[in-house]
């Protein structure tokens, strides 16, 4: 059985969504595609050479009775809206990040899944589908290092265009948020917002770099730098340091050189490029799973704990204060 795929959204993340699920994916055909400059969505099926229609409007996309499953892709202010119309046509759907742009409209989306009875919505945390930081969790659930006492991490993006306010936080460190929610198993307890310097590199009247604490609910203390205005690449790092031992998220494949007296390797520069593999299996195993009736990945409760969390983080930025995280307890519907 073919999955038929309807894309909502065909800006920089739709289009390479759709190139995935048409060349690099098995079970599924992108079918429809819609975006609020349908020309846009009429110029990506062109170029991508897919054999889908182009919907006025999102709302017929996911009433069609064409397509099984919906992939959300558009501006994030966009999610909440298509996201309940999808639970309300009792199809699957896949969201990018964020699930919505307040932690109120994820919480819309979680009642409006419970209230439909069966698990439809998952996230595009994507970095829980890379190989190295599966390896990172295994090792932990291996109990080689011991228990996790801290992690250091860093989210550095070369440059950030567009970025203004708290974006640093609400569109980039989310991702750290759910990745090592899911790492440690573990909900946060609190965060600390520390400014650094600022960068005279960054956009004007953007506060950057930040360095985020973090407490987990054991305990566990987390620092992650995030720097994106760093220029030299993008780069992902986590060390996590348990009771004997450390344990390194893997760098990118690349080659070593030694010439001209110097030794060097090669840092990847885009996200798309650092993260095309997670991306890839997200998806082989969000349209296997979806076949199978079920929603395996991270899910509409992960994308609401991740808002409150980067909510508090937000708050804990502007107070300068150690901010409670509160997480109300997870319906049983998630466990
Ligand atoms: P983009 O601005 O390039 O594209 C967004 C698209 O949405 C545009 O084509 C726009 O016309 C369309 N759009 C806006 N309102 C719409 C509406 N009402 N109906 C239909 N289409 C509409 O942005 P992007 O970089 O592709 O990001 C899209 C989403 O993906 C964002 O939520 C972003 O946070 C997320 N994203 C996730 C990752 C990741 O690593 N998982 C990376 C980049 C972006
Ligand atoms: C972007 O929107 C993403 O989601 C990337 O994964 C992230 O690393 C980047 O900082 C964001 O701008």
């Known amino acids: 059985m073919t999955l038929r795929v309807g894309v909502i959204g065909t800006g920089a993340i739709g289009k390479t969504h759709i190139h995935r699920l048409t060349r690099t994916v098995s079970g599924a055909r992108v079918v429809a595609v819609n975006d609020v400059t349908e020309a846009q969505a009429q110029a990506a ?3 991508l050479q897919v054999d889908a229609k182009v919907y006025a409007s999102a709302q017929e996309l996911i009433n069609t009775a064409d397509v099984d499953a919906v992939v959300v892709a558009s501006w994030g202010p966009t999610h909440e809206e298509f ?11 896949f969201c990018e990040k964020p699930l919505a742009v307040t932690a109120e409209g994820c919480r819309k989306i979680v009642d409006a899944e ?18 190295g930081y599966r390896a990172l969790k295994e090792t932990i659930l291996a109990g080689t290092i011991g228990a996790p006492l ?12 567009g ?13 750290e948020l759910d990745v090592l929610r899911w790492l440690l198993d573990e909900d946060y307890l609190s965060a600390q917002v520390i400014q650094p310097k600022r960068t005279r590199l960054a956009d004007e009247g ?15 203390r987390i620092d992650v730098e995030s720097f994106v205005n760093c220029q030299y690449g993008y780069d992902i790092q986590c060390q996590v340091v348990g009771e004997t031992g450390t344990a390194n998220l893997p760098e990118p494949p690349s080659v070593t050189l030694r010439r001209e007296a110097k030794f060097s390797r090669g840092i990847l520069t885009d996200w798309k490029d650092r993260f095309v ?9 969000w349209v296997n799973s979806t076949l199978e009736g ?17 909510d508090a983080c937000v708050a804990a930025k502007h107070s300068g204060q150690i901010t409670p995280i509160s997480i109300p307890e997870r319906p049983a519907f998630y466990s």
């Open 277 to 285: 593999d997670a991306f890839n299996t997200e998806f082989q195993e």
């Open 206 to 220: 953007l506060q950057d770099p930040h360095i985020i604490l973090l407490e987990t609910t054991q305990g566990i």
């Open 163 to 175: 970025f203004s306010g708290d974006m640093a936080i609400t569109d980039s460190l989310v991702h």
């Open 114 to 131: 419970i209230a439909h009875g069966k698990k439809l919505v998952q996230v595009g945390f994507m970095r829980r589908y890379d190989q």
């Open 294 to 310: 079920k929603m395996l990945g991270p899910s509409a409760w992960d994308g609401y704990v991740v808002s409150v969390s980067a």
């Open 45 to 47: 099926v062109d170029s």
């Open 150 to 161: 801290m992690l250091h991490c860093a989210h550095r993006n070369p440059t950030a265009p």
């Open 83 to 93: 996201v309940i119309a999808s639970i309300a046509a009792g199809k699957p759907v």
